[in-house]
T-cell receptor, first 112, second 110 residues
Framework: KNQVEQSPQSLIILEGKNCTLQ??????????LRWYKQDTGRGPVSLTI???SENTKSNGRYTATLDADTKQSSLHITASQLSDSASYIC???????????WGAGTKLIIKP | DVKVTQSSRYLVKRTGEKVFLECVQD?????MFWYRQDPGLGLRLIYF???????EKGDIPEGYSVSREKKERFSLILESASTNQTSMYLC?????????FGQGTRLTVV
């Protein structure tokens, strides 16, 4: 069964610290993996997209990694800011590109 | 710069009303999706469309229908709104290299 699991479910860190969010998937065939940031009450906003051949992609202080062999991805946030408080959602696209398998998200809270 | 526009940010409707949620994208994407998002349940797919006049049921289509008469517009219809359809509704426009959500519609059915 195609699944995407994210961990941790929630995370609280101090402003300025780094953190890493995990996304493990069992989707096959794999097409691409995206990370989204969703502020409360807003639609998700895309952070990165990674295909099978890419293993690292950065977007400012956000760096996503992909290990296609172990079917794991991570999102690393460097020098966190209060505005990073949000839910982070991982989605894997199945080969047809019509099937999107969503993770449940990680709720990140940055404390001053 | 707005790429995906949902017609309303907030809506309050009465039980039994017919409700239309509109989504418009300007990226010439073929694939569009409607999701609802509820606390603890994540994103759940209601319907999606991969071409004009084409539609496919998602995981929770009951109580909903959709319309895609033009490529840029994908409408979600609640035939007879019920209180359990109170939720955040999100439209997604999906291309090969980019994908954008609308700002979301918070629907409350009273």
């Amino acid at each position: 069964k195609n699944q995407v699991e994210q961990s941790p479910q929630s995370l609280i860190i101090l402003e300025g610290k780094n953190c890493t969010l995990q996304c493990n998937y069992t989707v096959s065939p794999f097409s691409n993996l995206r990370w989204y940031k969703q502020d409360t009450g807003r639609g998700p906003v895309s952070l990165t997209i990674m295909t099978f051949s890419e293993n690292t992609k950065s977007n400012g202080r956000y760096t996503a990694t992909l290990d296609a062999d172990t079917k794991q991805s991570s999102l690393h946030i460097t020098a966190s800011q209060l505005s990073d408080s949000a839910s982070y959602i991982c989605v894997v696209s199945e080969g047809s590109n019509y099937q999107l398998i969503w993770g449940a998200g990680t709720k990140l809270i940055i404390k001053p | 710069d707005v790429k995906v526009t949902q017609s309303s940010r907030y809506l309050v409707k009465r039980t039994g009303e017919k409700v239309f949620l509109e989504c418009v994208q300007d990226m010439d994407h073929e694939n569009m999706f409607w999701y609802r998002q509820d606390p603890g349940l994540g994103l759940r797919l209601i319907y999606f469309s991969y071409d004009v006049k084409m539609k496919e049921k998602g995981d929770i289509p009951e109580g909903y229908s959709v319309s895609r008469e033009k490529k840029e517009r994908f409408s979600l219809i609640l035939e007879s709104a019920s209180t359990n359809q109170t939720s955040m509704y999100l439209c997604l426009s999906w291309g090969n290299t980019e994908a954008f959500f609308g700002q979301g519609t918070r629907l409350t059915v009273v």
